[in-house]
């Protein structure tokens, strides 16, 4: 990418689109296809759907205004560029503003497996998709508002790793069969498989209060994955208002990653 740009205060910045190169556009594509081919048949169809309606995505790195205009009038949200990484409480007065932060650099060839940081391919091929889904928009929106109650009740690392357990990492047992909804895992190569097929993590039925207890790592596959049957349960059970779980988190110990408590409902 060209020029540094200073954020203003939302941190948002010009996508600067036409600054991307050819091979900026082939890492996207070589990124693009191989996930396209994994994900029929493991990715929910909710998320399939959402790709499939967002067609432009496949030509190259997406013009976010282009993107934006295809999301609006689906669900009404739009996708604003920032620099990388934005601080809590930027991010969640974008997401309950219905605005989703994208990163607009992509990783370089010898980051096509792995990542620690979001790039565009995550944030957009990731995240996208799956807020073209009503129920899902709503979600997301609501979690905004929710991260801005969490920060002023001190509670934001509770809060966040429902996001984590959810928005990235959350799996959905359908009718046909497991499938994922996470951001993290449709974007990842590996973890698309993994978190399906390996033996060795967790799926633990969605528990609301037990995913709040619950630690993650950033610096592998997750040791546990958390399955919701649909989004209006997700939806539902987050409606009420957090304070008074917030209280009650207090008293109650956290669960180390790959833990099983009593109450687990394996799936
Ligand atoms: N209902 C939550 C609260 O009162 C907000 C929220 C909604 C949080 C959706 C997460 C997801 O804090
Ligand atoms: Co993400």
């Not at 996930?35 to 929910?44: E, F, V």
């Not at 009420?240 to 109650?252: E, G, N, Q, V």
Request: with cysteine; proline share 7%; aromatic share 12%.
């Amino acid at each position: 990418m060209g020029v540094i740009q200073n954020p203003g205060d939302d941190f948002t910045i010009d996508q600067d689109w036409s600054a991307y190169t050819g091979e900026d556009h082939a890492i996207w594509r070589a990124l693009f296809e191989r996930q396209s081919k994994l994900l029929p048949g493991r990715a929910c169809a909710e998320y399939l759907a959402g790709l499939q309606d967002l067609g432009v995505a496949a030509e190259g790195i997406p013009d976010f205004a282009r993107l934006s205009d295809i999301m609006e009038r689906a669900t009404g949200w739009r996708i604003v560029a920032v620099p990388g990484l934005v601080p809590d409480d930027v991010f969640f007065a974008h997401l309950a503003a219905r605005r989703f932060p994208a990163t607009n650099w992509i990783r370089s060839p010898a980051q096509m497996d792995y990542l620690q940081e979001p790039d565009v391919f995550h944030d957009v091929f990731g995240h996208v998709p799956i807020l073209m889904n009503p129920v899902f928009a709503d979600y997301l929106q609501a979690y905004g508002r929710g991260g801005l109650k969490a920060l002023s009740l001190g509670a934001l690392p509770k809060l966040a790793r429902l996001y984590w357990y959810t928005v990235e990492f959350g799996l959905i047992a359908t009718p046909e069969g497991l499938r994922i909804y996470g951001a993290g895992i449709v974007s990842s190569h590996g973890e698309s498989v993994y978190s399906l097929e390996s033996p060795k993590p967790k799926r633990i039925a969605f528990d609301l209060l037990r995913i709040m207890r619950t630690q993650y790592r950033i610096d592998a596959f997750q040791d546990a994955y958390f399955v919701i049957e649909n989004f209006d349960q997700l939806f539902d059970a987050t409606g009420p208002d957090f304070t008074p779980y917030y209280a009650r988190l207090k008293s109650m110990p956290d669960i180390a990653p790959g833990a099983g408590v009593d109450g687990d409902r394996l799936i």
